[in-house]
């Protein structure tokens, strides 16, 4: 499937690479649209999807400093943007040993909506089945699990357990149960067959500042969906030619060479300087 970069996610993604101010301050629509443009992204496309973000209750309008009108991240968005970064860029493979967390739900049957809800949601935080009503992960995922079912007011339906794999089946197979590890092998590929290249290039012959944003905000709005699809599972339960350590570096490195130069273009529209 070729990537879908929709102007809703590319604004999220604008906003958790260059757009987390710190003293809170909003961006102007004015840059929002410059900024998106630059993907090809209409005015009437990025107005449309501020909305629905602030709809969400993840953008909140506001004036900068020289009283343009903008919008500024919520508490709830950076709080989303803060547990995205931990795994968006993290570099420590998991271990075996670390365990596993459990998410064991019943919902009632007057609310089956919120079941729904809750199984979307797990399975958004990288969770697989283990059997009807139980949901396991790595149990580094705990802490993110938890702020995320309490955020959804979804925790009175819900018990979290730690702990280890017994068998009778050995883990590695168990594992493949859990999780359909072929599809999140094909977007680990779709990822490298998009942006490899890309990599590539850069360490050839880099380009100007307005590039080096484009193409990292584009690597980052396709790799930060996968660090959710794939939950990052320990080495030794994976299958030999798994493609994820490899997208993992091509991105790290991607991110490494980019957002700095990508962050010299974006600046002056921040500060209401750019053209």
Do not use: C
Not at 124 to 135: C, D, E, I, K, N
Not at 243 to 266: I, M
């Amino acid at each position: 499937m070729a990537e879908q970069h929709t102007p809703r996610s590319l604004i999220v993604s604008l906003y958790g690479a260059y757009g987390r101010a710190p003293d809170g301050a909003p961006m102007p629509v004015a840059a929002l649209i410059r900024l998106l443009a630059v993907l090809g992204v209409d005015a009437p496309s990025v107005r449309s999807s501020v909305s629905r973000l602030k709809r969400r209750g993840l953008l909140l309008p506001g004036r900068t400093a020289d009283g343009a009108a903008g919008y500024a991240l919520s508490d709830d968005a950076r709080r989303l943007l803060d547990d995205g970064d931990r795994r968006i860029y993290a570099r420590t493979e998991p271990k075996l040993a670390e365990g596993w967390v459990l998410a064991v739900f019943s919902v009632p049957e007057a609310e089956r909506h919120k079941r729904h809800l809750l199984r979307s949601r797990l399975a958004r935080l990288g969770f697989g089945t283990a059997a009807p009503g139980v949901w396991i992960a790595p149990a580094r995922l705990y802490e993110e699990t938890r702020n995320a079912l309490e955020r959804l007011e979804l925790s009175p339906y819900v018990d979290l357990f730690r702990g280890d794999h017994l068998g009778y089946a050995a883990t590695a197979g168990a594992v493949a149960r859990w999780w359909d590890l072929p599809a999140i092998a094909a977007l680990h590929e779709e990822f490298l067959a998009a942006h490899e290249p890309v990599l590539r290039a850069w360490r050839t012959a880099p380009a100007a500042p307005e590039d080096a944003y484009r193409d990292y905000l584009l690597a980052l709005d396709s790799w930060r969906r996968l660090p959710y699809a794939d939950p990052v599972l320990p080495a030794e339960l994976l299958p030999d030619d798994w493609p994820g350590r490899r997208s993992a570096e091509v991105f790290a490195a991607l991110h490494e060479l980019l957002w700095d130069r990508g962050a010299e273009f974006v600046r002056p529209f921040l500060s209401g300087s750019g053209d």
